[in-house]
Nanobody, 120 residues
Framework: QVQLVESGGGLVQPGGSLRLSCVVSGTFFSINAMGWYRQTPGKERELVGRITSGGSSNYADSVKGRFTISRDNAKNTVYLQMNSLKPEDTAVYYC??????????????WGQGTQVTVSS
């Protein structure tokens, strides 16, 4: 069983920063791409950024230059550093990981989500 557990969400003022973390635990062969999505009520979940196992990353246009995604493969952890936060960044943030099982099958897993609220 594979689990993803996020942490680091909360309330922050506009212009502030937050760092989200997501730890992958369980039994598996390897973790391929990891990423972060976000969702607000009534809207579809949208990609924030993703990072490959080799460290290449890409971002949604709305967060480029403000957010940075990174990973620590030794700790099975992905991070999302969010700077210059805006009220429109308010959402539930979900981490995701593409995990390769010992049978070499690939499956996407999701965390439970962490609330980020940007408000004065």
């Amino acid at each position: 069983q594979v689990q993803l557990v996020e942490s680091g969400g909360g309330l922050v003022q506009p212009g502030g920063s937050l760092r989200l973390s997501c730890v992958v635990s369980g039994t598996f062969f390897s973790i391929n791409a990891m990423g972060w999505y976000r969702q607000t009520p009534g809207k579809e979940r949208e990609l924030v950024g993703r990072i490959t196992s080799g460290g290449s990353s890409n971002y949604a246009d709305s967060v480029k230059g403000r957010f940075t995604i990174s990973r620590d493969n030794a700790k099975n952890t992905v991070y999302l550093q969010m700077n210059s936060l805006k009220p429109e960044d308010t959402a539930v943030y979900y981490c995701t990981a593409l995990v390769e099982g010992w049978d070499r099958s690939l499956r996407r897993y999701w965390g439970q989500g962490t609330q980020v609220t940007v408000s004065s």
